[in-house]
T-cell receptor, first 117, second 114 residues
Framework: GAVVSQHPSWVICKSGTSVKIECRSL??????MFWYRQFPKQSLMLMAT?????????EQGVEKDKFLINHASLTLSTLTVTSAHPEDSSFYIC?????????????FGPGTRLTVT | GESVGLHLPTLSVQEGDNSIINCAYS??????FIWYKQESGKGPQFIID?????DKRQGQRVTVLLNKTVKHLSLQIAATQPGDSAVYFC?????????????FGAGTRLAVHP
């Protein structure tokens, strides 16, 4: 159990276009989902936290107008990178937290590799 | 976003030896810690966790030690195998704005040689 999926697993887009990444909790309901970004040979950096039905909370330095997050249901959150640029190329990873206790259990998706040309 | 360090040190060990991976965390108020394993191109995989009211926890072939005095965590892997080769991250839970978020450490690459 506790599987988190992401779609697509990789995507290539042209500079200036937007791309949407989906994160789904397949067998549990997640009140909270988190989006991380990871550059090569670096750690995961938390971008934002999204709670179902409310606005996402962004970490300092993350542009909320560029990285649009929608948490439409207890099993789906989306991250849209708007007007993508080559520096947005990265590995984007989502995670989902159980709705019910233990509150700390958090499961990660397989990641989405974004390349902006 | 928050982060701890931008380098990725490497620990090289011989197959069969024990590995010890260290991590320094930042927030003295953190009360829950997790070790993750990440293979190339994949998401983090849970290994073992520990709460701040403990100083040691054991799993299968893995042990986590917590020293709150110096804000230090370690992951010990017994009889390291080639399949253990990956990047290992510690993560701490930080309370912020009414919810908890996981903040990752810098990571250590473990290379297991036959």
């Amino acid at each position: 159990g506790a599987v988190v999926s992401q779609h697509p697993s990789w995507v290539i887009c042209k500079s200036g276009t937007s791309v949407k990444i989906e994160c789904r909790s397949l067998d549990f309901q997640a009140t909270t989902m988190f989006w991380y970004r990871q550059f090569p040979k670096q750690s995961l950096m938390l971008m934002a936290t999204s709670n179902e039905g409310s606005k996402a909370t962004y970490e300092q330095g993350v542009e909320k107008d560029k990285f649009l997050i929608n948490h439409a249901s207890l099993t789906l959150s989306t991250l849209t990178v708007t007007s993508a640029h080559p520096e947005d190329s990265s590995f984007y990873i989502c995670s989902a937290r159980y709705r019910t206790p233990p509150l700390y259990e958090q499961y990660f998706g397989p990641g989405t590799r974004l390349t902006v040309t | 976003g928050e982060s701890v360090g931008l380098h990725l040190p490497t620990l090289s060990v011989q197959e069969g030896d024990n590995s010890i991976i260290n991590c320094a965390y930042s927030n003295s108020a953190s009360d829950y810690f997790i070790w993750y394993k990440q293979e190339s191109g994949k998401g983090p995989q849970f290994i073992i966790d520990i709460r701040s009211n403990m100083d040691k926890r054991q799993g299968q072939r893995v042990t986590v030690l917590l020293n709150k005095t110096v804000k230090h965590l370690s992951l010990q892997i017994a009889a390291t195998q080639p399949g253990d080769s990956a990047v290992y991250f510690c993560a701490e839970t930080i309370a912020s704005g009414g919810y908890n978020k996981l903040i990752f450490g810098a990571g250590t690459r473990l290379a297991v040689h036959p």
